[in-house]
C-alpha cells in the first residue's frame, strides 16, 4: 500500500504543477510530452485524475495530523 500511495501522491503533484504551469504560463507539459488530443496524454490525464480520487479517499485512514485534529474536536 506505500508504494501506491507514493504513486498516486506522485501523481498529484505533477498535476498540480502541471496546472501551475498551465496557470502560469499557458505551457501544459502533459501535452509537450504525450502530445495534444493524444491517447497517451488521455491516460495520463485518467491517471491523474484517479490518484486524486484515490488520494481523497484514503487520506483521512493515512494522515496523522488529520486524526490529530479529529481527535480534539471530539474531545473539546
Known sequence: MKRLHLLTFSLVIIGGLNWL???LFDWNLVQLVGGEGTTLATIVYILIGLSAVYEIATHKSRCK????????KAAA
Open 21 to 23: 504551469l498551465v496557470g
Open 65 to 72: 495530523g488529520c486524526g490529530d485534529m479529529a481527535q480534539t
